[in-house]
């Protein structure tokens, strides 16, 4: 089975290196050959192309959601980003469509796509640290991600 | 009308936010634009080497790394006195067009395509790439997705990795190419070809040859006389890479060629209360508010203004190209912003044909691919066109190549004030009192500032992956009227 384990984010701002920061950690934790360690700063159909002809996908990202708190961890699924296409404007391509249309198109898709997030405090700041509260979820991250991959 | 003033403070939530106010009677009284402002970048870029700008600046951006990082490479090569070796100007020029023929793509098919190939009026469920391939069919979605990913991978192979190249150093590049992958890349350059000139082909078909389309295109609504800016060669043709930036005022005629080292001497910055954007004028025309017109020091940098600026294309069917294209629309320059997706498609093909000539360059698998500097740092500018505008990158450092000041002037900054008077005029025109404000309505008011792809910068790539924006639209009492929001 081929596993790509993908840390999305921006590493020199702030927050937004939490995912780039977890796939790092997981990366030198992990010696397994059939595990891919990979980071990206893209999302939509460049996330496409990454996922592209793995059989399962954990992917690590920050997020900000209306009423989260600094720090908190979320484990979802695509499913849980379903929303954006229906509340959305329909021109952009988000990680739902994205997937729809690796399906449509017929190219060889995960089986399985696993999404861990942590809520962000400060995403528009440049610096190569996280937030307090957001350095604290990051172990907790690794560990989620480490066990996600045995399981 | 009830006045309201929006603090930035409160009113920015991590996302671009557009405010339409509305008179008592209906008509549109104002429109306000912000985007949320990242902090502190010259500080994080302060004592750093500068060699490190190539790789730092390319994480600004999460939609076109490759162009901070082409930029910031000629910019160490400013600074550090050095030309690069022919055939690593080479190299860096056929990265940089494949990067255009995937930036390209994506704009045409999946931002700007669903509003012709649907219809500005579709339910927002068909209206997105989803439904163009429903409608267009499966081969031509096939053929975008096989062009973005080939020439990935040629960035890839080229740039020494997917996304965020690391080969570029002043004087040079860091690895050469050998025969084998030549060999690919020139099949993915003739490949590309292809698939720019059936891009063209779509564009015509759906669009030019519908005479709805076309008279929106050409219609007042999405007009604006502006100056046009882009970078062109000695023989003032389109050139992405490298070159001269030229200025042609709303009649065609040069206002200006400078060399990138001038930019301050004719780019300013004005600042409005409203908002924390800064929007470049020509400081030589001056600001005189969002108006058109040659008095106005409003510019825009976008792929129409690029071909509008330049006297042709250096390729034999991008050159075809432009020639119908202008005579289509009644003539050079030309200023309906919704053509600017056909330019977007005209340099598509440019960029393809233009990888065709240099991966054919006997040159192009030379190992002699770095001059290694020996004069002390001191200041350097680099400019190249960004898909998006005119990219600008300015450093100083001290004569240990540490940064002690850095200035950039990103491609969408260009456009601000263009796509602010874009937004107002076609929401003036198109909300009238007593018609009611439908999903259509407010679509074609997208329309106005979709040919720009404006760029949020690092809020592209978050979660669930899309730019966030939000069109708000207030009665006269401050009453929210309706709401249209992406990405949020």
């Keep these: 089975m081929k596993i790509l384990v993908l840390g999305i984010g921006n590493p020199i701002l702030s927050d937004d290196g939490a995912g780039i920061r977890v796939a790092q950690e997981v990366g030198n934790q992990l010696h397994d050959p059939q595990v891919t360690v990979a980071e990206t700063s893209e999302a939509g159909l460049r996330l496409l192309d990454s996922i592209v002809g793995y059989d399962k996908v ?47 198109l017929d190219l060889a898709m995960p089986q399985k796509i696993t999404i861990f997030a942590v809520e962000a405090k400060d995403i528009t700041t440049f610096s190569e640290k996280c937030t307090t509260e957001v350095e604290q979820a990051i172990p907790k991250l690794v560990k989620m991600v480490m066990e996600e991959l045995v399981g | 009308m009830k006045k309201i003033m929006i603090d930035p403070v409160t009113r920015l939530e991590g996302h671009g936010k557009i405010a339409i106010f509305l008179n008592d009677d209906g008509s549109v009284a104002n429109v306000y634009f912000q985007v ?43 600074l550090f006195h050095v030309e690069p070796t022919s055939a690593a100007r080479k190299l860096r020029e ?43 069919g499966l081969e031509l979605g096939g053929a975008v997705i096989k062009a973005r990913h080939d020439n990935h991978w040629v ?50 078909d759906i669009v030019l040859k519908n005479k709805d389309y ?41 206002f200006v060629k400078y060399a990138p080292q001038d930019y301050v001497k004719h780019l300013a910055e004005h600042v409005e209360p409203w908002t924390y954007l800064k929007f470049p004028y020509l ?36 050159q075809e190209e432009y020639e119908e294209m202008y005579s289509t629309l009644g003539g050079k320059p030309a200023h309906y912003t919704l053509a600017t997706h056909w330019a977007r498609l005209i340099e598509l093909l440019h960029a393809a044909e233009r990888m065709v000539e240099l991966v054919q360059d006997p040159e192009i698998t030379s190992t002699d691919i770095r001059n290694i500097p020996t004069a002390t740092p001191d200041e350097g ?17 001290d004569e240990r190549g540490i940064i002690k000041k850095c200035n950039l002037i990103v491609g969408t900054t260009n456009n601000y004030a263009a796509f602010y008077m874009s937004v107002k005029k076609a929401a003036e025109d198109l909300i009238k009192p007593g018609k009611e404000i439908t999903e259509g309505l407010l679509n074609r008011i997208e329309m106005a500032w979709r040919p720009y792809d404006l760029c949020l910068a690092c809020a592209t790539h978050s979660l669930p992956g899309q730019l966030p924006l939000e069109v708000t639209i207030y009665d006269a009492e401050g009453n929210e009227v309706k709401k249209l929001s992406q990405g949020i």
Aim: with cysteine; charged share 25%.
């Design chain 2, 94 to 136: 056929l990265l940089y067009n494949a990067f255009y023929v995937t930036d390209h793509a994506t704009h045409f098919y999946i931002l700007a395509g669903p509003d012709f190939i649907m219809g500005p009026d579709a339910p927002p469920a068909e209206r997105n790439i989803l439904g163009v391939i429903a409608k267009v």
């Design chain 2, 381 to 397: 500018v680099g400019i190249v066109e960004a898909p998006r505008g005119t990219l600008t990158h300015h450093y100083i450092t």
């Design chain 2, 283 to 318: 400081k030589k025309v001056g600001w005189k508010g969002f108006v058109d017109g040659k008095d106005s020091g409003v510019y825009r940098a976008t792929p129409l203004s690029r071909l509008n600026a330049a006297d042709g294309m250096t390729t034999p069917l991008a």
């Design chain 2, 36 to 78: 949320p402002e990242l902090r502190g970048f010259e500080k994080f870029a302060e004592g750093r080497p500068a060699e490190d700008m190539p790789q730092i600046t390319q994480r600004i951006c999460g939609v076109c790394p490759e162009a901070h990082h082409m930029a910031s490479t000629k910019t160490l090569d400013a």
């Design chain 2, 214 to 254: 076309l008279d929106m295109v050409l219609s007042d609504t999405f007009t604006h006389r502006t100056y046009s800016m882009g970078l062109v060669d000695e023989n003032n043709k389109v050139n992405f890479y490298d070159g001269k930036v030229r200025v042609v005022d709303p009649e065609g005629k040069e």
């Design chain 2, 155 to 204: 960035i890839q192979t080229i740039g020494g990795r997917p996304i965020h190249p690391c080969f570029g150093l002043p004087g040079g590049v860091s690895k050469a190419i050998n025969e084998e992958e030549r060999t690919k890349i020139e099949e993915i350059a003739k490949s590309s070809v292809e698939f720019g000139k059936l891009s063209l082909k779509v564009f015509d």
């Design chain 1, 58 to 104: 954990i992917i690590i990202d920050a997020v900000q959601t209306e009423k989260g708190q600094a720090g908190q961890i979320y484990h979802m699924g695509p499913e849980d980003f379903s929303f954006a296409k229906h509340f959305s404007s329909p021109h952009q391509i988000n990680l739902v469509t994205a997937l729809e249309l690796g399906n449509a």
